[in-house]
């Protein structure tokens, strides 16, 4: 079985206006994806997606284009099998070669952001493919199953100190849920406006509902530090992506200071 054709598209859906919300991203107008076709030699098909941005903030023009004209025809012709092998092959580059001759990584410069949305999408319909090849489950590909039931949380949290409450709990309203994570960060512009949001949800939801913080990444060390110290008798289940993930160091010294 090898790979016979590979394709890309940009989906854009729209997101009513009733449902959009205004984050650090600004207003998210449509859920944006590249969305990716691989085909084999016998007809089997995998779908594959990725992101590079969030909806509307975002272009994936570029992502598509990748896709579609550097990514896709070094794919053709390969075994779609080789899940790991591709997945270095396009993590390494040029030097893939030297890279499995070495036994270590020798990744290409443009790593990260784009190429890494672009391997993303590809191994996802890798996988997709495999599973369909042997006729079972992805996820019992990757380990089976583990758990009959797992905890599911919403996700959103947008709203103002004085409308959080509200938002939050429609979430459980609709679906039930017993944890609720909620935005946090520079879309605020200070760090005690978003602990004021995160102590009017507290209130409105009491002390049995988990609630979860995420700042995207947009606080500093300093801002970071602030915050957990605001909100510090919330009892926050977590405080998810508070500094950008690449200060290691700033991340350790954060999650000291709480």
Do not use: C
């Not at 390494?92 to 999408?121: C, E, F, K, T, Y």
């Not at 509902?209 to 008798?233: C, P, Q, S």
């Amino acid at each position: 079985m090898r790979i016979k054709s590979v394709q890309a598209w940009w989906i854009r859906v729209p997101i009513e206006a009733a449902r959009q919300h205004r984050s650090d991203f600004g207003q998210v107008t449509t859920f944006d994806a590249a969305i990716l076709r691989i085909e084999t030699d016998d007809g089997l098909v995998g779908w594959g997606e990725g992101k590079n941005a969030a909806g509307s903030a975002g272009s994936y023009g570029a992502l598509v284009h990748m896709l579609n004209h550097e990514v896709g025809p070094q794919l053709v012709g390969r075994d779609p099998a080789d899940i790991g092998v591709i997945w270095e092959m396009l993590y390494n580059g040029v030097r893939h070669d030297s890279a499995a001759r070495g036994g270590h990584a020798m990744p290409q410069l443009a790593r990260r952001g784009m190429s890494i949305a672009a391997i993303s999408a590809v191994d996802i319909a890798l996988w997709d493919i495999l599973g369909k090849s042997l006729g079972v489950p992805v996820w019992r590909l990757l380990g089976g199953r583990k758990l009959d039931r797992m905890p599911a949380y919403a996700s959103g949290g947008w709203a103002a100190a004085d409308a959080i409450g509200e938002q939050l709990k429609s979430y459980i309203a609709k679906g039930g849920f017993r944890a609720l994570k909620m935005r946090v960060g520079a879309m605020d512009g200070a760090a005690h406006i978003s602990a004021g949001r995160v102590r009017a949800a507290r209130q409105a939801l009491g002390p049995d509902v988990e609630l979860m913080v995420d700042a995207h990444g947009t606080y500093t060390v300093a801002e970071a530090k602030r915050f957990i110290h605001l909100v510090n008798d919330l009892d926050l289940a977590w405080f998810e992506e508070p500094i950008i993930a690449d200060d290691k160091p700033g991340m350790a010294e954060v999650r000291a200071s709480g």
